[in-house]
């Protein structure tokens, strides 16, 4: 008899949960899901038919609003170098740029250049101006003047007389003007020809250093428009001219340092500015071209601009930088401010 008791309990323990799943299992059936589709830790919600719209329970499933824009994470950008290895740094504005296949002409994908050297800059090491770098404005040809310009910082001329210094003394607010000879502008300029012969040879070098830079980390970007760009501190290199149509920002560090290398003309348009953000310098932006270059008419610059050639200033313009040319410079009611 008692064989007979423990045999029936699971039999009916069995039949009650037989008859069970196969009730859950009609239920599931009637709104189209077997109990297969049911996976564990997965709930599925049970729309009897007629119903208008799913029943969506905001415990299980959050409410997203369709205009809401979605929200995506921080995206490592890419990394586009030369040989050099690059490193990305992520407290660094990255760069807006129109590069690809490593930076060469345009595309369409942002790249960030990061090419460290010493004392923790990023981008090449910076062009050693010597005792050109004391100088707002050198050339070896002479400037001309729209009156009245204002510059800060020494101004030279050499090997050519100094009577081919057009500034008066009431122009330069904080510098000497310095000539070859006892022709320069009266009361204030200084005869010095050793100092403007090594002031000349220094910027000479400084071009020479600057052009000479190998492995750029882009070349002929944007085929030379870069008028709207935001650049990261890299070697730039173009094999012909560079126009600015447009704002241009240098976004880096204090210590980072740019240099363009242009084998033809700078043409920044009027009314445009060279922008410096992040802590970036003027000391160290770096523009060497072997063309001529033009900065327009209340346009705005900056850096130290190295030219072949001449550099012309339109009305109104301005730069934070020198002006290094091996022919003339040409000014036309200007502000010039060096800086160290």
């Not at 830790?41 to 799913?54: A, K, L, M």
């Not at 942002?110 to 707002?136: D, E, K, M, Q, Y």
């Not at 523009?287 to 346009?299: C, D, K, L, S, Y």
Request: glycine letters at 10%.
């Amino acid at each position: 008899m008692r064989l007979k008791t423990h045999s029936f309990v699971p039999i009916v323990v069995i039949a009650a949960v037989t008859v069970g799943f196969t009730a859950v299992s009609a239920n599931l059936s009637e709104y189209g899901a077997s109990a297969s589709e049911q996976q564990v830790g997965q709930p599925r919600q049970i729309v009897p038919p007629g119903t208008p719209s799913p029943v969506v329970d905001p415990t299980i499933f959050p409410v997203v609003d369709p205009t809401t824009p979605t929200v995506v994470g921080p995206i490592t950008p890419a990394v586009v170098g030369s040989t050099t290895p690059a490193v990305v740094d992520p407290t660094t504005p990255a760069v807006v740029g129109r590069t690809s296949q490593a930076g060469v002409g345009r595309g369409t994908s942002p790249a960030v250049v990061r090419t460290t050297t010493p004392a923790g800059s990023i981008g090449p090491a910076p062009v050693n101006l010597g005792t050109a770098g004391t100088f707002a404005i050198l050339t070896k040809s002479g400037i001309t003047d729209v009156f009245s310009s204002r510059i800060t910082g020494n101004v030279g001329a050499s090997p050519i007389t100094g009577a081919a210094i057009a500034l008066t003394c009431s122009e330069v607010r904080s510098g000497t003007i310095y000539s070859v000879d006892v022709a320069g502008p009266l009361p204030c300029r200084v005869t010095n020809a050793p100092r403007l012969t090594t002031a000349v040879r220094d910027e000479e070098s400084a071009y020479t250093d600057a052009a000479a830079r190998a492995n750029p980390d882009f070349v002929n970007l944007g085929a030379g428009q870069i008028g709207g760009l935001t650049l990261a501190p890299s070697l730039y290199k173009w094999t012909g001219p560079v126009l600015i149509s447009s704002d241009v920002t240098l976004a880096g560090g204090p210590n980072d340092v740019w240099i363009f290398q242009i084998a033809g003309s700078i043409t920044q348009a009027s009314a445009t500015r060279v922008r410096l953000t992040g802590g970036a310098q003027a000391k160290n932006v770096f523009w060497q071209a072997a063309g001529p270059v033009t900065i327009g008419t209340t346009a705005h610059s900056e850096g130290t601009i190295l030219t072949a050639t001449m550099i012309a200033m339109n009305t109104g313009a301005s730069t934070n930088g020198r002006l290094l040319a091996q022919t003339q410079v040409t000014l036309q009611k200007n502000t010039v401010t060096n800086v160290q």
